[in-house]
């Protein structure tokens, strides 16, 4: 897998998977921090997504890295913890999965929209 790809959304539970790749990561080896805040805004727009009923963007989203991200992939998990018609507030774990273990590496809370075109 080349690119970050959605795998579930039961439940209204998201699930967004990126591989770990050599150019994913900073000097240190560690997966980059904007690459772990990308998969969990994707993650956080899918699940406003779901809340709202439609497309969505989002319009913030705060990251706090908890470690260093390593492992064979990483995972997003989002949901919706409250929605109105037009707004959604969602909350993300990010998941560095090594085998059958699972290290949360950030979490992310995230405000997202109803998108418009005008």
Known sequence: MRRAQLVST???IVEV??????ELRQQH???????????ADNAVT???GIALGGDAVT???????ARPAT????IARAHS?????????CHCAVYS?????????AVAQGTVVTARTS
Do not use: K, W
Not at 29 to 39: E, Q, R, W
Not at 59 to 65: E, K, R
Not at 97 to 105: A, F, M
């Open 10 to 12: 039961d439940g209204g």
């Open 46 to 48: 899918f699940a406003g």
């Open 97 to 105: 999965i090594d085998g059958d273990t699972e290290r949360i590496v």
């Open 81 to 89: 913890v409250s929605s109105t018609r037009n707004q959604a507030v």
């Open 71 to 74: 492992g064979e992939y990483l």
């Open 29 to 39: 080896g560690f997966v980059h921090g904007g690459v772990i805040s990308y998969l």
């Open 17 to 22: 998977r990126l591989n770990n790749r050599p």
């Open 59 to 65: 319009a913030h989203c705060t990251v706090d890295f």
